[in-house]
């Protein structure tokens, strides 16, 4: 078969990696991809939101499947406009993937059908929203309502910040039109865990665990980052709380879907909050997490591109997915200064006796070298027996990556491991 696989980071070539072991993969080409993949897959310079490229570019090649991963295309209609042509998809369509496109659209789903999230408020008129600051309670949580990089939350510790931010959202228009609506919303406070699950619509099958590390320094200070290494398992997603979340999380949100017209197929990320009070929703992905993916999909031991066509197909209920026992790591290395300003062009060498995967995902190609091109430059993912060996396995071969101003932090998985001996 012939693949196409839309985007162009570190998620996109876990994706990779993982369905070039399946036998079912013949030729797979990444629009637009990175040259850190080209020996993965086919780079093919077509950017992720240009649907009209995307769409000539299968139809010229006779692509059999298409995985379209990140949010922007895949809320602008990437998997409509495939399908219109008759090419089968792995995601959501439009009218679906709506559930990240629009935080109000998810907090309205959520209260419909009694789905545990934050109490809210909506706003389109800004004013309103300041009076509503008044008798807020701090801290106090601000989201557009619209997609923003994952920028577009602010927790502000008192009325100050949270005008601030109000302003900077409705008024300056900091992430566009994504700022015409906000929602404020209640601050929850418990351990995070990422839940990635296949769904086809039906059948929703959870893949394991992850934890992110969004912030960008040490000790969860700095600023909100794009996510600077995962782990998997998430030890704070006990059984008993995997049980909880299938019941009054995960079915609720496949049923409500369906209800609304809006059946959901594909990848559903489930950000929670285990909270005093039970695990909440705090946000929808209609997509695979980046980093999540690379600790994900290396413990994944069925064929990824089986279990994605069963996604398409309907056919989840009779498809086998199994995780390995194991545990995985990924260090985000990132240039010096991100997420504000930094410089690129650097060379990234890698010495000899790399024991873990690089998933690449800002690097580009300067007169035959492999040079950095973006904030997260790449992710190095260890997989090991438990969680422990895989953290020291991630680290050491971060060390064997080298790139002028590489930042990374020293600490992901170290919540976990903490949570682990408790
Ligand atoms: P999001 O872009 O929705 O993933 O939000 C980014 C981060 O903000 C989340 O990972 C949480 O750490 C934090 N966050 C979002 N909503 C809340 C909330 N209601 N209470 C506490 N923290 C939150
Ligand atoms: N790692 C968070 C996300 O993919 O949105």
Do not use: W
Not at 107 to 130: H, Q, R
Not at 244 to 273: H, Q, S
Not at 280 to 299: M, S
């Amino acid at each position: 078969m012939k693949i196409m696989v839309v985007g162009g980071g570190g998620r996109e070539h876990a994706i990779i990696k993982k369905i070039k072991q399946s036998p079912l993969a013949e030729e797979i080409f990444v629009l637009p991809g990175n040259a850190g993949m080209k020996n993965d897959a086919t780079c093919v310079d077509i950017g992720a939101k240009d649907l009209d490229g995307i769409v000539a570019f299968a139809k010229e090649n006779k692509i059999d499947y298409a995985i379209v991963a990140p949010d922007d295309p895949l809320v602008l209609g990437a998997v409509d406009r495939l399908n219109e042509i008759g090419i089968p998809c792995f995601g959501p369509k439009e009218n679906a993937a709506i559930i990240e496109g629009s935080k109000i659209f998810s907090k309205n789903l959520m209260k419909k059908y009694n789905i545990p999230t934050a109490k809210y408020e909506v706003f389109t008129d800004m004013d309103a929203a300041l009076k509503y600051l008044e008798n807020e309670t701090y801290p106090t949580v601000i989201k557009a309502d619209g997609l923003a990089l994952g920028k577009g939350v602010v927790i502000a510790m008192n009325k100050e910040e949270a005008t601030e931010a109000i302003h900077s959202m409705m008024e300056d228009r900091m992430f566009g039109d994504s700022g015409s609506r906000v929602v404020i919303e209640e601050f929850l406070t418990g351990p995070e865990v990422s839940v990635l699950a296949f769904t086809d619509g039906n059948t929703v099958i959870p893949m394991i665990s992850s934890m992110d590390h969004k912030r960008a320094l040490d000790n969860d200070m700095g600023l909100n980052t794009g996510g600077m290494g995962t782990i998997a398992p998430n030890p704070y997603y006990t059984k008993d709380i995997a049980a909880i979340c299938m019941k009054d999380i995960f079915l609720p949100t496949i049923n409500a879907m369906n209800e609304e017209g809006r059946t959901f197929k594909g990848c559903l990320y489930f950000g929670l909050m285990i909270t005093p009070k039970g695990p909440k929703v705090i946000e929808y992905n209609c997509r695979f997490g980046d980093p999540e993916t690379q600790v994900v999909l290396p413990l994944l031991e069925s064929d990824l591109l089986e279990v994605m066509m069963a996604c398409t197909n309907g056919t989840l209920d009779k498809t086998e997915v199994k995780f390995s026992d194991n545990s995985a790591c990924c260090v985000i290395m990132a240039s010096g200064g991100y997420p504000k300003s930094y410089k690129s062009g650097f060379e990234i060498t890698v010495s000899d006796g790399m024991t873990a995967d690089i998933y690449f995902a800002g690097a580009k190609d300067s007169d035959g070298k492999l040079v950095t091109a973006g904030g997260r430059v790449l992710g190095v993912t260890a997989v090991e027996k438990d969680l422990a060996f895989a953290i020291d396995k991630a680290y050491e071969n971060v060390k064997k990556v080298n790139f002028e101003g590489a930042h990374y932090r020293k600490d992901i998985g170290k919540r976990a491991m903490a949570a682990s001996a408790n």
